[in-house]
């Protein structure tokens, strides 16, 4: 009888997939793709507490903000810092995805929501992600972890028995899994990803030019001349700060060899935790992941050499997913939409124990 009903109603319930991450927020939706790909940055006013923007706009207003105005990212190594903050953000992007919808009955929708969390959240924190999602207008939220949607996304057979080894690498945190059977075997979460890397060129301009930068510059020279390994070509981008000795702006040109020194040492513990995580790889698993190799995802994976590096240093295939940034995402949508045969791998908000 249930089952009838809910078919009936079917056409108003709105199936979406948001990957709540510390760098961007993505939303997928059957049909439509991926809507929305923005920052995970949100502008408070201080003295109100209202919300000035959201996304986009909002990341353009970081080190760029009046005092009264904090240009923050509700999220810090994956999960919620500032719940308030959080929760308008999911809205926000709720409201996005019904109001762009084309759909005559669009002011019913139901939204069923699927979000992806770093393994290893404690319950609380699980809790604390369902509830911004319930206050935020979903009926019903399933949570998958992350390393898992990142593989359904790049369609690894994660439901076999063989072993896939998968490394996220995001802004806040590396993690690195080791998927079977639908489940995670072994995994290990590090606090040293894209943002860590910004910061040691942040580190690196302070020490060796007296140079003051922003966090959106480290970025650019990252994504543009940054690399995990030394490289034949020589490159060189300008960068631009504030002397801290003159306290005058300054320019001074940057070489590609002083940035991968400058990552070397972070890039080196990504590495080790690979390593790490190979070690507790039970062995019969073990010899599918040197078959199959390491797969690579998130936006810190794109960083020029990583994968040459990883491979070099475990001996074994390393392999960037397609469209890393998009992984978990795309994977979280096509759990839901086949939520009757993966429903091992997620958690649906009524399986939840007694209220905290
Ligand atoms: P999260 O899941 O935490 O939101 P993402 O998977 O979106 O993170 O990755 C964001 C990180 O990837 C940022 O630190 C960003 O600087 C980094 N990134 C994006 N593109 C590149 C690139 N081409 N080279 C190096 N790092 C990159
Ligand atoms: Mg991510």
Redesign the pocket.
């Known amino acids: 009888m249930l089952k009838k009903i809910k078919k009936l109603f079917s056409f108003l319930t709105l199936d979406m997939a948001i990957?709540l991450?510390?760098?961007?927020?993505l939303v997928y939706v059957k049909d439509r793709g991926i809507i929305i790909n923005e920052p995970?940055v949100v502008a408070v006013n201080n003295k109100t507490g209202q919300i000035l923007s959201i996304g986009e706009e909002a990341k353009k207003m970081v080190g760029r903000t009046p005092s009264y105005i904090t240009a923050t990212r509700p999220l810090i190594n994956?999960v919620i810092s500032d719940f308030e903050v959080t929760e308008q953000m999911l809205k926000y992007f709720i409201e996005k995805t019904i109001s762009t919808s084309k759909s005559f009955f669009k002011f019913a929708y139901m939204p069923r929501i699927i979000i992806g969390i770093p393994c290893g959240v404690t319950e609380v924190e699980r809790k604390a992600v369902r509830d911004a999602a319930k206050n935020a207008g979903a009926r019903t939220v399933f949570l998958i972890e992350e390393p898992l949607a990142s593989a359904i996304g790049a369609n690894l057979p994660i439901q076999e028995a063989g072993g896939n080894f998968i490394v996220?690498i995001?802004?806040?945190?590396t993690e690195v899994a080791v998927i079977s059977l639908g489940g995670i075997v072994a995994s290990k979460s590090l606090r040293i990803?894209?943002?860590k890397?910004?910061d040691d060129i942040i580190q690196f301009a302070q020490k060796e030019y007296k140079l003051l930068i922003g966090e959106r510059t480290a970025?650019f020279i990252?994504?543009n001349i940054?690399s995990a390994l030394p490289l034949k070509e020589k490159k060189e981008v300008p960068m631009r700060g504030r002397n801290l000795v003159t306290g005058l702006p300054e320019e001074v040109v940057v070489f590609n060899d002083d940035i991968q020194r400058a990552l070397e040492r972070s890039v080196k513990q990504i590495v080790s935790a690979i390593k790490t995580t190979i070690e507790e790889t039970p062995p019969e698993l073990l010899s599918d992941v040197m078959t199959n190799g390491i797969y690579l995802a998130?936006?810190?994976s794109?960083?020029?050499g990583l994968d040459v590096l990883i491979s070099h240093e475990t001996k074994m295939p390393c392999k960037i997913i397609d469209d890393?940034?998009t992984s978990?995402v795309r994977g979280c949508g096509m759990a839901l939409e086949n939520i009757d045969t993966l429903a091992d791998l997620v958690q649906k908000d009524e399986e939840w124990g007694a209220p905290i």
Do not use: Q
């Open positions: 990957d991450g510390t760098a961007n927020s995970s994956g996220d995001g802004g806040g945190t990803a894209g943002d890397l910004n970025e990252k994504i940054g998130g936006g810190g794109l960083l020029k890393p940034l978990v």
